[in-house]
Nanobody, 120 residues
C-alpha cells in the first residue's frame, strides 16, 4: 500500500504562484506520479504526470506553459509548480501514483487532496 501526502495548497490571488508537494511512502521508485484536480460540481481531471524519474512528462492543455511537474527520486516526492494562477484553477488538487502505461500515469493510489483557491 502506498501512502501519498500532499502539502502546499492555500489561498492566493490571480497571477500568483504556488508549489504543491507530494510525499510518497514507502518508496515508489518505479511508479509514475502526477496531479489531478477537482473543482466544485465538476469531475476530477488530469493536470500533469511524469514517469519514474521525471524524464517524461504530460500536461493538460489548460496548464501548459504555466505549471511544471518535477520528481525527486531521492526524496520520493513529486512537486507541481503553478505560475500565473487563475480563478478557474481553484480546486482540490490530488496527488496520484501508479504504473506508467502507454506513456501516461495509470492512477492506483491517491492522496487526500489539498485545496487551492485563487481569488480574482
Amino acid at each position: 500500500q502506498v501512502r501519498l501526502v500532499e502539502s502546499g495548497g492555500g489561498l492566493v490571488q490571480t497571477g500568483d504562484s504556488l508549489r504543491l508537494s507530494c510525499a510518497a511512502s514507502p518508496r515508489t521508485l518505479y511508479y509514475a506520479m502526477g496531479w489531478f484536480r477537482q473543482a466544485p460540481g465538476k469531475e476530477r481531471e488530469f493536470v500533469a504526470d511524469c514517469d519514474w524519474n521525471g524524464g517524461s512528462t504530460n500536461y493538460a492543455d489548460f496548464v501548459k506553459g504555466r505549471f511544471t511537474i518535477s520528481r525527486d527520486i531521492t526524496e520520493n516526492t513529486v512537486d507541481l509548480r503553478m505560475n500565473s494562477l487563475k480563478p478557474e484553477d481553484t480546486a482540490v488538487y490530488y496527488c496520484a501514483a501508479g504504473p506508467f502505461q502507454n506513456r501516461r500515469l495509470l492512477p492506483e493510489y491517491w492522496g487526500q487532496g489539498t485545496q487551492v483557491t485563487v481569488s480574482s
